[in-house]
């Protein structure tokens, strides 16, 4: 019986030091793939932005160019 209670110590022991072998490399992993989520949420957020602004340029000078028609005409 002592021999097998070793021997379950010693598999404790093993699994216990790979877990914590391991654990740095599965924090890194996690670090990397919410970075690169993040990335990729703002590249989208920025071009949305930047679609955005190409319409509210584009409307503003509609509108100006509307009122020099008027201001023309009248």
């Known amino acids: 019986m002592t021999f097998n209670y070793f021997?379950?110590?010693s598999h404790?022991?093993?699994l216990f030091t790979s877990l914590f072998a391991a654990s740095?490399?599965?924090g890194l992993v996690t670090?990397?793939?919410s970075k690169l989520r993040l990335r990729v949420?703002?590249?989208r957020t920025e071009r949305k932005?930047?679609?955005l602004d190409t319409t509210t340029i584009t409307q503003q000078q509609?509108?100006?160019l509307l009122?020099?028609?008027n201001n023309v005409l009248c």
Do not use: A
């Open 12 to 14: 404790m022991s093993t």
């Open 62 to 64: 509609e509108f100006l």
């Open 7 to 9: 021997l379950v110590q």
């Open 24 to 26: 740095p490399v599965i």
């Open 31 to 33: 670090y990397g793939l």
């Open 49 to 51: 932005v930047k679609q």
């Open 41 to 43: 949420l703002l590249m």
């Open 67 to 69: 009122r020099l028609r």
